[in-house]
């Protein structure tokens, strides 16, 4: 999935290729930046795109900005900006995923604070096949980053070489995506999305205090589900409730609402994706998508009128 022929950067339209960094720049030398991944849907019907709880994902982008530390980023108004224009520039009018990255730049040493640049491309990107069919996964021998050890709930570049090696050794083992554990063996979340369990017609969701990043899309379902009158229950969670849950769900931005249909083998329930999954897929689906009016301040639109 290539990404679209422009990008902005420093807020300024380039052409993808000339989109670059230097070898030596903190980004690179570091792994230091924060990255936000953000969804723009289509509304073939409306003929409009929108992106997906813009705002959110800038303020939870200048939270990252604020604990690393990164002085002279641009302000929030000037990435929102430069992002619709990068979108109109590629004149895209189908659903994408859209690459924010704020990042030490220059060529200093490890503590340095600036110069900071920034960056953002779309890729157009639908769903995946495991919206409908459900993902095989795997609890991975790598542990969750602890927040003591790095922030956790920030979308920090280098926070996600912890889900690399996670995701790595589950593909190595046959699996679709894997699942990671506190360092005290509570569930954290998945390789790149929030977990979400169905237990006696409840749902349970591994509270923020278990090294989970803060998602969006999780805050979003956690909604989706009261408003429906569905109970939501935020806690600890063991990893053998995995295996006794009716269903499990992962959720995120990129992945969106994908559901767990076996854990280690085992299958989820009957081992297809359960009511209380499709319900929820249904909602936010529609909601994303601007077919529920009263859910359209969620929604940024990039072509005005």
Request: proline letters at 5%; one cysteine or more.
């Amino acid at each position: 999935m290539p990404t679209a022929p422009f990008m902005v950067q420093n807020g300024r339209i380039v052409r993808y290729a000339d989109c670059r960094l230097h070898g030596f720049s903190g980004a690179v030398k570091y792994g230091c930046g924060v990255f936000e991944g953000l969804r723009a849907y289509w509304n073939d019907e409306q003929r409009q795109l929108r992106v997906f709880r813009m705002k959110e994902h800038l303020a939870r982008l200048a939270f990252g900005i604020r604990v690393l530390r990164l002085e002279g980023a641009p302000p929030l108004e000037e990435i929102e900006a430069g992002v619709l224009e990068m979108l109109r520039a590629n004149e895209l009018r189908e659903t994408c995923h859209v690459r924010v990255i704020v990042h030490l730049d220059g060529d200093d040493e490890l503590s340095a604070t600036g110069p900071v640049g920034w960056m953002a491309g779309a890729v157009p990107r639908g769903s995946s096949r495991f919206v409908e069919t459900g993902m095989h996964v795997k609890v991975t021998s790598w542990a969750r980053i602890a927040d003591a050890a790095l922030p956790a709930r920030v979308k920090a570049t280098g926070n996600y070489l912890n889900n690399r090696a996670a995701e790595l050794e589950a593909k190595r083992d046959g699996y679709d995506g894997a699942l990671l554990s506190t360092a005290s063996g509570k569930l954290s979340e998945a390789s790149g999305a929030c977990v979400m369990l169905v237990r006696d017609g409840r749902l349970v969701t591994p509270s923020v205090t278990s090294d989970i990043l803060e998602s969006i899309t999780r805050a979003t379902l956690i909604e989706l589900a009261r408003e429906a009158g569905i109970e939501v229950v935020e806690r600890s969670v063991d990893r053998s409730e995995l295996w006794a849950a009716e269903e499990v769900l992962a959720c995120g931005s990129g992945w969106e609402i994908v559901p767990i249909v076996s854990v280690d083998r085992l299958p989820v329930g009957d081992g297809k994706p359960g009511p209380i999954t499709r319900a929820l897929q249904k909602a936010y689906f529609a909601t994303v998508r601007g077919e529920r009016p009263e859910r359209r301040g969620w929604l940024t639109p990039v072509w005005p009128g």
